[in-house]
């Protein structure tokens, strides 16, 4: 009894190599298989760049909201004093802060003075918003309290005001110059409120590496901003710092518990959630797209072994002839085909990771070719196009590709199968 060869034997692979790189003139279909590979090979470098340029946008955009930003923010309800405005600030914040610091989880509760001035000097004027806060609680926080961005000595921060990058450069400060901070709410006189300006020497500069932050952040030492702002023995609201900021269910309800019965907290993700949900359908959207353009990329798999079939309609017949089944037939045809979506797939990887490994000096490339200003941080957030390479966006861009090339593969390689030797060698 004649041995059945088993799936894929040497023989199999052997056709089929034969067939994927011969002449045209010989039959062969190079130049389609040429283009099916770079086809493969441009869909999933594109979707490995743009999965690893998703990745780290996210990751640098709340990397810079919590490194600069309070992850949960506790501010007292409004209350009508006895003059008709409405008072909002905190009184008892020693008294929240001690207690917000017993919540398991919590690293950092620091007391907020904050207001929106007008800083001067020479001229030059910005809009600032200042945060007054204690020189202890400055020195905590990891995007500002950075010696590798920043300029100045942080340890003088209770001497003068700490200001952001950009608003240094907005107003051609440096340090040890002098700013003034005008503020409408000032001393109330019998001719009205006339505004109220000190003056401070600029001793921190810091970079927090988003330029909504740097251009419009300025830091003053806590008892400072309450005399500036006429916040005498009160404070605005508390900010807090937990160790896994994207796990705050966890610490909502005692953080709420702490800020007592006039207490309400704000976390980041109540501030940038409408951000968050689009970057996540923005995410998922494109995803679809590049997979359709594998999709398309896969096809050319498709046109190509047609083409081979149909060259090859003489040497299918002598081969079934031979003694070869269908599935030894189809088998090669699908290697042909395979073949070409696994080499594609591993030059798009490894084209697509070079891409984002290396992705400043490419950009710094593209930056100088186009004349500059490809990048605008004041609409975009943050100063440069970032990327992280993640083995699960590899693994699914992967898979993705292979899936489909070896499933559009299929449909030609049955087409050869089934070919009748008798109507192949008909003509011949």
Not at 114 to 126: E, T
Not at 271 to 279: C, D, I, P, Q, T
């Amino acid at each position: 009894m004649a041995r059945t060869p088993p799936p894929f034997a040497g023989f199999e692979w052997m056709i089929a190599w034969r067939y994927l790189r011969a002449r045209r003139s010989e039959g062969g279909v190079s130049v389609m298989t040429w283009i099916s590979l770079i086809g493969i090979t441009l869909a999933v470098f594109a979707l490995i760049a743009t999965l690893s340029v998703r990745s780290g946008f996210r990751a640098e955009f709340v990397d810079t909201i919590l490194g600069a930003n309070a992850h949960v923010t506790i501010y007292a309800l409004g209350s009508v004093t006895e003059n008709g405005q409405m008072d909002r600030t905190m009184t008892d914040f020693d008294a929240i802060a001690a207690q917000a610091a017993t919540v398991p989880g919590v690293t950092r509760v620091a007391p907020l003075i904050r207001g929106q001035v007008m800083a001067a000097h020479q001229g030059r004027n910005a809009g600032v918003e200042v945060f007054g806060v204690a020189p202890e609680n400055l020195r905590s926080l990891p995007r500002i309290a950075d010696p590798a961005t920043s300029r100045g000595d942080i340890a003088r921060f209770d001497e003068g005001i700490a200001l952001g990058s950009g608003v240094a450069r907005e107003l051609g400060v440096g340090i040890g110059d002098r700013i003034r901070l005008i503020s409408p709410d000032g001393v109330k006189t019998a001719f009205g409120t006339s505004p109220r300006v000190n003056a401070y020497e600029v001793t921190y500069i810091f970079t927090a590496g988003r330029y909504d932050i740097d251009r419009t952040r300025a830091y003053l030492p806590f008892s400072d901003a309450q005399t500036f702002f006429n916040r005498e023995g009160v404070a605005d609201e508390i900010e807090v710092m937990v160790q896994e900021p994207e796990r705050l269910e966890t610490v909502r309800m005692d953080l709420l518990k702490a800020a007592g019965e006039r207490g309400q907290i704000w976390t980041w993700q109540d501030a940038s959630g409408g951000f968050l949900r689009a970057l996540e359908v923005e995410d998922n959207v494109m995803f679809i797209i590049l997979s359709i353009l594998v999709l398309i990329a896969a096809m050319n798999i498709v046109s190509g072994l047609i083409m081979l079939v149909k060259n090859k309609g003489r040497d299918i017949g002598i081969l079934r002839t031979m003694g070869l089944s269908e599935g030894s037939i189809l088998r090669v045809f699908f290697i042909c085909g395979a073949f070409t979506g696994i080499i594609g797939t591993a030059a798009g990887v490894i084209l697509g990771s070079l891409f984002a490994i290396y992705i400043d000096p490419i950009f710094s490339f593209v930056n100088v070719a186009m004349g500059g200003g490809v990048w605008d941080p004041s609409i975009r957030g943050i100063y440069a196009l970032p990327a992280e390479l993640h083995l699960r966006d590899v693994l699914s861009a992967v898979a993705l590709s292979l899936s489909l090339s070896f499933v559009v593969t299929i449909f030609p390689a049955r087409r050869a199968a089934r070919m009748n030797p008798v109507e192949a060698l008909r003509y011949e």
